[in-house]
C-alpha cells in the first residue's frame, strides 16, 4: 500500500440523516450521541476508503457542537481525509444543518484518527495523500500540528486512560 497515493476527493464523502423523534433527547434537541455515532460511521466509510482496508477509530481530538438540531432537520455530514500518517489517518467531520434551498448552518466540527488494519487486526501501511490547493495544504498543516500536540501530551504522560 505505501506505493499508492489517493487524493482528498477520492475518499471524501456525505450523508444525510433526517430527524425523527427518536434521535431527540429531552430538551428537543437532537441526541449528541447520535450525531456522534453518525459522526464515526462517515469517518470510517472515509478512511477505509482511503486505505482500502478495514480501519478502526483511534481517538476523537476536537468535536465542538456549535448549534442544535431539531426534529423535521435534514442534517448533512461532510468527511474527508486531511492528514494521513503511515499507519493512520485523520478526517474531518463538519456536520450541517440544511434549510430551504441547499442553504446550510453548521452545527458540529469533528477530527478523528483512524487506523487501517492489516488481516490480523494489526496497523497496516495506508496510501499516501496528495495535497492539492490552499485549503487542502492548511488542513494538512493544522492536522499536523494536532498530531504533534498529542505527541507531546503522550510525552508528558498526559492521557486520558488508565494507564499508570
Do not use: C
Not at 471524501?12 to 437532537?30: W, Y
Not at 486505505?51 to 442534517?75: C, E, K, R, W
Amino acid at each position: 500500500m505505501s506505493d499508492i497515493t489517493k487524493r482528498v476527493e477520492d475518499s471524501a464523502l456525505e450523508t444525510v440523516h433526517l430527524i425523527r423523534p427518536a434521535d431527540l433527547n429531552n430538551a428537543g434537541r437532537l441526541f449528541g450521541g447520535i450525531l456522534m455515532q453518525w459522526i464515526d460511521e462517515l469517518a470510517g466509510v472515509v478512511a477505509r476508503r482511503h486505505a482500502g482496508m478495514p480501519v478502526t477509530t483511534a481517538s476523537v481530538d476536537n468535536l465542538q457542537f456549535l448549534h442544535g438540531a431539531y426534529q423535521g432537520d435534514i442534517v448533512i455530514l461532510s468527511g474527508k481525509i486531511t492528514y494521513v500518517g503511515t499507519t493512520s489517518m485523520e478526517v474531518k467531520v463538519t456536520s450541517y444543518v440544511e434549510k430551504n434551498l441547499g442553504e446550510r448552518r453548521l452545527i458540529n466540527v469533528a477530527y478523528l484518527t483512524l487506523v487501517g488494519l492489516d488481516e490480523n487486526d494489526r496497523p497496516a501501511r495506508v496510501p499516501r495523500l496528495q495535497v492539492s490547493g490552499e485549503e487542502e495544504q492548511r488542513e494538512w498543516e493544522q492536522a499536523d500540528m494536532r498530531r504533534t500536540m498529542r505527541k507531546q501530551q503522550e510525552a508528558q504522560g498526559f492521557h486520558f486512560y488508565g494507564k499508570e
